[in-house]
């Protein structure tokens, strides 16, 4: 299945009837926006494709960040055979047959195949297998696109064959230049339509389309094409003109890729760092993207113990509650109780004591010879035990002033290991420092 991006015998109505987006596509480096820490001028992406030479690789990135594009302009710039397949709609018979064309392509006419695979991640792991060796071999140059981390969706081979390009969100300024020059290119674009825009429509088109610029020109040609003209013949669009056709902003949010891992990461660290507001901002995030609001509950019932712990013994059971709470509750509502506990937690005095105490004592478990159970610990009720002498020696601490008296309760040999060591924030400093009366 072979596909010329640049085919010269398109129909023209087909061109002019085909999406604002699909129109606008940048037919060379210099008509693209963004990405300049790959197609900047010098930078080996931008090298490699001025120069064809290019190599097996993977462009990787949200949507409307301009993957399929980069494509595109391989294949007008490559004097290699180019050709296209989606995963979605392709099988391992499509791939064959490709293979199969490039090497005899290769054998007969020394020219080389650049294969593109848009959405490459939709391939499982052996349509990814049926790629590797004609990859290995040179047979194809393989350009896969994907939104999902490929060291996630890709199998390992492949990736160790391949270059992995990450591309960005666009920038706003980014967006407002594909947007004006849309709204001036009278061949492909909007130029030819007495098109009036405000400064501001621009700019919340710009924000709104969340670094998508396929979205934001789909939101431009709807505005465009429902907005009557009024009595001076302009099609004039408003801020809320261009609100009613983008709705809402997308949020980008995968909950099982890796945009799910930084963005929990990001939360769980906001916390630690004792910053609710970015707390709060990410957990509308997952929140907005339909993150399960279970699977936040739970990191919080985490984050109350590892990064609080005894500086605040409270939070735990806020983080708890705001759990059962969730469970009972459910979303929208329960978005309210997350908030509580998330603000509270973020904002409480903050101990990984009893975290690293537990990690400390689990590394000598499981590194170290286990110790044995001094003699007065051991249970002295079963039938023998005392015959055995166990429980001789035991001091119960209730019969003595304070409640405490002091004894060994480490095995011979461990009984100056400190585990946990209390730091000085918030209720933790006084355990530490009844602790320390009491030792």
């Not at 993977?58 to 397949?85: D, E, M, V, W």
């Not at 907005?288 to 919080?300: N, S, V, W």
């Not at 806020?318 to 979303?331: H, N, Q, S, T």
């Not at 004894?407 to 420092?433: A, H, S």
Request: hydrophobic content about 35%; charged content about 25%; overall charge neutral.
């Amino acid at each position: 299945m072979q596909q010329n991006f640049f085919d010269k015998n398109i129909d023209d109505t087909m061109k002019r009837e085909a999406p604002l987006s699909v129109r606008m596509r940048p037919h060379s480096l210099e008509e693209f926006f963004g990405q300049d820490h790959l197609v900047g001028i010098g930078k080996l992406l931008y090298r490699s494709i001025q120069a064809d030479k290019i190599t097996s690789l993977i462009l990787y990135g949200p949507p409307g960040t301009g993957k399929t594009t980069l494509a595109k302009i391989i294949a007008h710039k490559t004097k290699s055979i180019f050709s296209q397949i989606n995963a979605v709609t392709s099988g391992i018979k499509d791939i064959r047959e490709v293979i199969d064309k490039a090497r005899e392509n290769l054998g007969l006419y020394n020219k080389r195949t650049i294969l593109f695979i848009d959405e490459i991640h939709r391939f499982n792991k052996s349509q990814q297998d049926a790629l590797l060796p004609a990859v290995e071999e040179g047979i194809v140059v393989l350009i896969g696109a994907t939104t999902e981390n490929p060291y996630f969706e890709v199998n390992s081979p492949l990736i160790s064959r391949s270059r992995v390009f990450q591309l960005n969100k666009l920038s706003v300024k980014d967006i407002q230049h594909i947007i004006e020059n849309a709204l001036k290119d009278k061949t492909r674009g909007l130029g030819s339509l007495p098109v009036e825009i405000t400064t501001s429509g621009i700019e919340q088109l710009s924000l709104l389309s969340e670094g998508d610029a396929r979205s934001a020109l789909n939101a431009l040609e709807l505005a465009v094409l429902t907005t009557t003209q009024d009595e001076n013949g302009k099609i004039l669009i408003t801020t809320e003109i261009i609100e009613e056709c983008i709705q809402k902003k997308a949020v980008y949010y995968d909950k099982k890729g890796d945009n799910h891992y930084d963005t929990i990461s990001a939360f769980i660290k906001s916390i630690r760092g004792s910053d609710p507001d970015g707390a709060i901002y990410w957990m509308a995030k997952m929140i907005a993207g339909g993150e399960d609001p279970k699977f936040i509950a739970r990191r919080l019932v985490i984050s109350a113990s590892e990064d609080i712990g005894n500086a605040d013994p409270q939070a735990l059971t806020i983080a708890v509650a705001a759990f059962k709470a969730v469970e009972i509750i459910g979303l929208p509502e329960a978005r309210i109780n997350l908030a509580q506990a998330v603000t509270y937690l973020a904002s409480a005095p903050k101990s990984n004591a009893s975290y690293t105490a537990i990690d400390k004592a689990l590394d000598d478990v499981t590194t170290k010879r286990l110790g044995d159970v001094p003699i007065h610990l051991k249970d002295s009720h079963y039938k023998g035990a005392k015959e055995l002498g166990n429980g001789k020696g035991y001091k119960y601490p209730h019969s003595y002033e304070g409640n405490y008296t002091k004894q060994d309760y480490l095995p011979e040999k461990m009984v100056n290991i400190k585990y946990y060591e209390p730091t000085e924030n918030g209720y933790e400093k006084k355990i530490k420092e009844r602790l320390s009366k009491l030792k």
